[in-house]
Structure formats: C-alpha cells, structure tokens
C-alpha cells in the first residue's frame, strides 16, 4: 500500500523536468496529464524538502545542487 501525491493545472512535463532537475532529485512520473510522485519512500525528515522541490518546480524555479 501507499500513498500518491497528484498534482493538476500545472505543465506535466516542464515540471516533472523541474523535480528532476533539481538538487532535491525528486523523481514522478505522468498519467492522465497530472504529476504522480509515490510517497511510500518518503521519510519524515524528507518532507519538508519535497515540498519546497514541489514549490520551486510550480513556480519555474529550480535550484540545482
């Protein structure tokens, strides 16, 4: 069992790209034009920056490390 995070309005691909690309190296995938990123793998500690990887990939920022 898990959990999925799916998020919609966005470009797919540019922020699928974003995640990728950034130095937190989060890895989704898309299906039915959404990004869907499996949260089983994700540790409390890794939360917060996920979420700041999400807000800069929305945003059209990326922070390469």
Known sequence: AT???ALRGFAPD???????LDQAHVIARIARDAVLMDLRT???????PLA???ERATSGR????
């Open 3 to 5: 959990w999925m995070l």
């Open 14 to 20: 540019r922020v699928v790209r974003a995640l990728r």
């Open 42 to 48: 994700v540790a409390d500690d890794e939360v917060a």
């Open 52 to 54: 700041a990887a999400i």
């Open 62 to 65: 990326i922070a390469r490390g």
